[in-house]
Each structure stands twice: as structure tokens, then as C-alpha cells.
């Protein structure tokens, strides 16, 4: 798969000028382990509140294995786990992906982060709308969740942005912390993309 390119148009006097893109979302590839490691590490207080994966023990070891895990997933088609790089870097800034996916249904789930200091720059939104994208027009699913616990403001807002509609409150539908939650269910649908 192509990256997919933070296009930036602006009009100036009746111009359009072109900014080169500030990030990237595309597959991860065993060369990422690293960089991949340092996003993690570098935002760990932030992530093991929220990621079930993430542990204040986080290694080297676990990224390499990351890498491997998500090339067996496009493999099978079951997720589609990707990174979000910074395109003058490549380095790694957070992850993105299309998983819980119901072929029958043709729908599918959103997920996202943002390492700690590539926070409130718009870089989650880039990356929920490039895996939309993919869901919609590679995988031709006609549906998406964005399922957000009910005090997480910040993937609220990046849900709202990318033009996800608020559906309900489903009661005990997230799992976290070892006890259940109620969460926000936000839908995606083709023409809602913004």
C-alpha cells in the first residue's frame, strides 16, 4: 500500500499553493521497530492509561514483535494496523488502523494515537480520516465506528472533526481497566468524510 499523504490546499489570492505533507500513514515494516519503540516510550505515562498494550515495562523486544503481529494481520486481512510518520523524519508518531471488522456487514472499527508531543497538532484527525480512507476504499466497507469511552473529550473531538456522527451511549461497551465501561459510538460513512 501506497502512504497515504497529509495534503495541506490553501487558497492564496485566487492561487492554490501546495504544502508538502507533514505526515504519512502507511503499513509497518520491520525497520519501524525502533522508532516505534522511542513513540512509545517517550509517551509511556500517557499510553498505559489508555492502551491495554502498553506497560511502563514496554521493550525493544515488544515494537520487534509489533511489526511482525501486524504483517501477519494484513496477511490474513483480519486488522490493518498502521503508523503515522513524520514525512521530513520518517519517524514514528503514533498508530492508526481498521480493525473488529465484520466482513458480512461490511463494517469496521477506527482506532488511533498520537505519541505525547505530536499531541494538539492535528495528527490524530490526519490519521482517523487516512484510515477511513482505507476502509472505505480499499476494504469497501460501507460503515465505520469510532467507539470512545465517555471521558476520553480528546478522541471525541478528533471523531467530530473528521465529520463522525454521535449515535449513543452503549452501556458497559469498552472493557478497560479491568472492569467494564460505557463509551460514545461515533459512525462513519463514506460521504460524512470532511
Not at 1 to 17: E, I, Y
Not at 109 to 128: E, K, P
Request: glycine content about 8%; charged content about 20%; overall charge neutral.
Amino acid at each position: 500500500m501506497a502512504p497515504l499523504n497529509s495534503d495541506v490546499n490553501h487558497q492564496q489570492r485566487g492561487h492554490q499553493v501546495l504544502h508538502p505533507p507533514k505526515y504519512t500513514v502507511r503499513r509497518f515494516q520491520p525497520t519501524d521497530a525502533p522508532s516505534f519503540y522511542a513513540a512509545v516510550r517517550e509517551s509511556i505515562d500517557d499510553l498505559t492509561y489508555w492502551m491495554p498494550w502498553c506497560s511502563k515495562e514496554y521493550a525493544l523486544s515488544d515494537a520487534q514483535a509489533w511489526m511482525e503481529t501486524t504483517r501477519d494481520m494484513w496477511a490474513t486481512g483480519a486488522e490493518y494496523p498502521m503508523g503515522i510518520f513524520d514525512a521530513n523524519t520518517g519517524e514514528v508518531v503514533g498508530g492508526t488502523g481498521v480493525n473488529h471488522i465484520n466482513r458480512a456487514y461490511r463494517i469496521g472499527n477506527i482506532g488511533y494515537w498520537v505519541s505525547s508531543r505530536h499531541t494538539g497538532q492535528g495528527v490524530a484527525r490526519f490519521a482517523a480520516h487516512q484510515a477511513a480512507v482505507h476502509g472505505f476504499k480499499e476494504l469497501g466497507l460501507t460503515r465505520l465506528e469510532i467507539v470512545v469511552l465517555t471521558h476520553n473529550k480528546a478522541s471525541q473531538r478528533v471523531a467530530e472533526r473528521i465529520g463522525a456522527k454521535f449515535e449513543c451511549e452503549a452501556r458497559n461497551r469498552v472493557y478497560f481497566q479491568g472492569a467494564p465501561h460505557n463509551a460514545f459510538v461515533y459512525s462513519l460513512l463514506p460521504d460524512d468524510l470532511k
